[in-house]
């Protein structure tokens, strides 16, 4: 583990930037363990203890057992190698999110996580429940048989093994203490007395819902010593919990944005796209490359995936499962993920800005969006709110959007309306329009709209604003097409920049091209996806984008006293 640590922090072993940051937090703990501040130490002997365990446990595929990669003696010594000063026997890391390329051994790994929380796990010492989930019945089996197959390679071992376990259909019991393993999915059903000491997440990027996540936690409330662990490989949908919650909640505590000591994070992944064409680079999404005996079983694999996906257009999907990179399902999205998050920068001060606002009205189903361009020196900064119908019921709509409104709503990004019939009140929408310009003291440049619906808020404005210039955005390729495309343009070159915006950055990964005779416009990828707030942002750009903002001046530049003629 150690010597693990050494090799990538001094480059000897090539790993991603949160690989790096991984093995740095570990050894700056080290140091902060010494002190009397830091709650937490690291016993070596019992992450040795676990390590040892693992490599008894034989492949189910080959009954032989195998000593661990480096990069997994050092997840393992860390999950197993930390505890609280104050009880020892409970452990620092409750959560833990591995994300590493396929053919990197991560079922089998956690398998072995899994079995060895059946055996020996601790407080509780009796009734230890230990599940493997997964977004379906059938991948959720796939951790479980694992641990089957494994143990009963050790049954016909261990005499204590044999006589304190028993399998009983999709339930492994062990005897002794009353502890048990099964499988869990959506579809399982009730489950009674549920408290998951141990609960397995695997291939959580296909999770469209944070329904699993919130049913496992909810059930270890009461535990003092629960491990949850989320084991996946990237995948198509950036709408998905784990690429929108998890996998920048982990990102973050690596930088050291956030503190969360209790988290533990490896994500083996490519920092960019251009080290595909590196094969020197592939380690870094496939750290099993560093075991000399699978080197070229493993390169020749990840060639020949490179190459048949170049000549079949699957690229994309060998960027998701080999090289474990979050990418857009469709090859026609309108734009890459890392393209738009280059764009984001820190939420800024827009006090006594010009504006220009897009209007998307929704009802019921959809979202009624505003989005927002205000210009700064040399670029546009882009913003969006969202209200939010409850027709047919918020969970359903949280859960066929694959966006958490009601936190979206805690931190400012949306408001769910509050009407009985569940639709959305234009009023309110026009008393917040007029209360964000009021308190940001905003100089309404235009207020840009699709038309669709918008003769109640058109009205309002009127009445009350008459001074905001209302512009009707018509919605065919033949207006859209130039903006549609000159925004991407522009967000690549950084002349279009974004505050941090769930909804709106839902919208940008929903949104695919669509070309006709007349040009290109955005459509949504499907039926349920919404690009409502993105669709109002093209509205106001499709009279911004036309703005010379390279030598734009605005009222205080030609009231100072170093401007004249």
């Known amino acids: 583990m150690d010597e693990y640590i050494e090799k990538v922090l001094t480059g000897e072993i090539l790993a991603s930037k949160k690989v790096i940051l991984a093995c740095k ?76 390329a396929r053919k990197n051994g991560k079922s089998l790994l956690i398998s072995g996580v899994g079995l060895y929380e059946f055996l020996f796990g601790k407080d509780p010492a009796y009734s230890r429940q230990i599940f493997c989930t997964a977004n379906d019945k059938k991948q959720a089996s796939i951790v479980f048989e694992m641990i089957a197959k494994r143990l009963t390679a050790l049954r016909s071992r261990d005499d204590w093994v044999k006589r304190a376990t028993k399998r009983v259909r999709e339930e492994i019991r062990n005897l002794d203490d009353y502890s048990y393993v099964r499988p869990l ?61 998890e996998y920048p909640y982990a990102r973050k505590i690596l930088e050291g944005e956030i503190e969360d000591e209790t988290y533990f994070a490896y994500i083996a992944e490519q920092d960019n796209i251009e080290e595909i064409d590196d094969e020197s680079t592939w380690i870094k999404s496939n750290p099993i490359l560093s075991v000399e005996s699978q080197y070229e079983r493993v390169m020749n694999y990840l060639r020949k995936r490179k190459k048949e996906s170049q000549e079949k257009g ?16 469709e090859e026609d999205s309108y734009m890459d993920i890392e393209t738009w998050d280059d764009a984001e920068v820190p939420r800024a001060d827009i006090q006594g ?17 505003i989005s927002w361009l205000i210009p700064f020196e040399g670029y546009w900064y882009a913003d969006s709110f969202a209200f939010v119908g409850t027709k047919y019921g918020l969970d359903a709509k949280i859960k066929a959007d694959r966006l958490d409104y009601r936190h979206l709503e805690e931190i400012g990004q949306c408001e769910i309306t509050t009407l009985e019939s569940g639709v959305i009140d234009t009023e309110r929408v026009y008393d917040w329009l007029h209360e964000f310009v009021s308190v940001n003291d905003l100089d309404v440049q235009a207020i840009c709209f699709d038309p669709a619906q918008y003769g109640p808020l058109l009205t309002l404005i009127e009445k009350n604003h008459p001074e905001w210039e209302q512009i009707q955005i018509r919605q065919g390729t033949l207006t859209l097409s130039m903006p549609t495309k000159q925004f991407r343009d522009d967000v690549i070159e950084k002349r279009v920049v974004h505050a941090p915006n769930e909804i709106l950055s839902g919208a940008v990964n929903n949104a695919v091209l669509k070309t006709d005779n007349n040009g290109a416009r955005i459509d949504k990828n499907k039926y349920a996806n919404k690009i409502d707030a993105l669709d109002a942002l093209l509205d106001a750009y499709a009279v911004c984008f036309t703005t010379d903002i390279d030598n734009y001046l605005t009222d205080d530049d030609i009231l100072n006293g170093d401007f004249g003629f």
């Open 25 to 100: 937090r570990h050894k700056k703990d080290l140091e902060r363990a010494k002190t009397d501040d830091f709650p937490y130490y690291f016993d070596k002997e019992r992450a040795d203890k676990a390590i040892m365990f693992m490599e008894m446990l034989p492949d189910p595929k080959t009954l032989q057992t195998f000593p661990l990669a480096d990069f997994q003696k050092f997840i393992i010594g860390s999950i197993y190698g930390w505890y609280r000063k104050d009880h020892p026997e409970w452990r620092r890391f409750r959560k833990a999110m591995i994300s590493v």
């Open 185 to 245: 999915s959506r579809d399982t059903g009730t489950v009674d007395g549920f408290e998951p000491y141990v609960a397995i997440l695997d291939e959580y990027a296909a999770s469209k819902t944070i329904e699993m996540m919130e049913l496992l936690e909810s059930g270890q409330g009461q535990l003092d010593n629960s491990l949850t662990m989320i084991i996946s490989t990237a995948g198509f949908d950036l709408n998905a919990p784990m690429h929108t919650i």
């Open 314 to 329: 699957t690229y994309n999907s060998v960027l998701i499962k080999n090289f474990n990179m979050w990418r857009q399902a």
């Open 353 to 369: 800005k010009k504006v220009w606002f897009g209007v998307d009205v929704g009802r019921t189903s959809d979202l009624f969006a």
